[in-house]
């Protein structure tokens, strides 16, 4: 069957399928004809499993050790169990924290940062897990840079796109406005790769000193 029919039958995107196909949990045999994918019960099947699995939060790399058999379904709920038990916990200390920086500030008792920071800084040790602002700042520092660039690429092909399709375009201008833009879109790329390894690299924790 065709990835439509798929789609609709297991209810997931397209992209989605594609993404778990490139994860290797699903092999489609290929049309030699058309190159196009088959697809059969077997894995409208295996989709099912992966939409329920990811529902209930399990890591796509444990999903493949299920596919792989590395692994019995029985022992992977079991330790997905104890693992939502434990952020269950931590998510009751921080509604806890909460209840408590609720009770304790008022207009005229304004709240002691350092008290609570330094009350979390014990709970971590003693293995609770709080939000990691760190990761999220990093998150949404790569985002701009690869969104600005997306754009810049994307304008440049659009800008040689009209230019090919121009009736009557000199050859030389032509090859010149592919040089061009090919050593311009090599460019941001380029740049790109710099400003995501200079944010991965703690330009954040640097930022934070001053």
């Given at each position: 069957?065709?990835?439509?029919?798929?789609e609709?039958l297991?209810g997931?995107?397209k992209?989605?399928?594609?993404f778990y196909?490139?994860?290797?949990?699903?092999h489609p045999?290929?049309?030699?004809?058309?190159?196009?994918?088959?697809?059969?019960?077997?894995?409208?099947?295996?989709?099912?499993?992966?939409?329920?699995?990811?529902?209930?939060?399990i890591?796509?790399?444990?999903?493949?050790?299920?596919?792989?058999?590395h692994?019995?379904m029985?022992?992977?709920?079991t330790?997905?169990i104890k693992?939502?038990?434990?952020?269950q916990?931590?998510?009751?200390?921080?509604?806890?924290?909460?209840?408590?920086?609720?009770k304790?500030?008022?207009?005229?008792?304004?709240?002691?940062?350092g008290?609570?920071?330094?009350?979390?800084?014990?709970?971590?040790?003693?293995?609770?897990?709080?939000?990691?602002?760190?990761?999220?700042?990093?998150?949404?520092?790569k985002?701009?840079?690869?969104?600005?660039?997306?754009c810049?690429?994307?304008?440049?092909?659009?800008?040689?796109?009209?230019?090919?399709?121009?009736?009557d375009?000199?050859?030389?201008?032509?090859?010149?406005?592919?040089?061009?833009?090919?050593?311009?879109?090599?460019?941001?790329?380029i740049?790109?790769?710099?400003?995501?390894?200079?944010?991965?690299g703690?330009?954040?924790?640097?930022?934070?000193?001053?």
């Amino acid at each position: 069957m065709k990835i439509n029919q798929v789609e609709e039958l297991v209810g997931i995107t397209k992209k989605n399928i594609r993404f778990y196909e490139d994860k290797g949990l699903i092999h489609p045999e290929r049309n030699l004809e058309n190159g196009y994918r088959n697809y059969t019960l077997e894995d409208v099947e295996i989709l099912n499993k992966i939409k329920l699995l990811r529902k209930l939060d399990i890591p796509i790399e444990t999903i493949r050790q299920l596919e792989e058999k590395h692994v019995s379904m029985e022992d992977c709920m079991t330790e997905h169990i104890k693992k939502l038990s434990k952020r269950q916990q931590e998510l009751d200390t921080i509604k806890e924290m909460c209840q408590i920086i609720a009770k304790d500030t008022s207009h005229t008792n304004p709240l002691d940062a350092g008290k609570y920071l330094e009350d979390m800084r014990h709970l971590e040790e003693g293995g609770t897990m709080f939000m990691d602002v760190k990761k999220q700042d990093v998150k949404r520092s790569k985002l701009s840079p690869i969104l600005a660039a997306l754009c810049c690429i994307t304008l440049f092909i659009t800008i040689l796109a009209l230019i090919i399709t121009e009736k009557d375009v000199p050859i030389f201008v032509l090859v010149f406005f592919i040089v061009l833009f090919g050593a311009m879109s090599a460019g941001v790329i380029i740049a790109l790769k710099q400003r995501l390894h200079e944010i991965e690299g703690g330009e954040i924790d640097e930022a934070r000193k001053y």
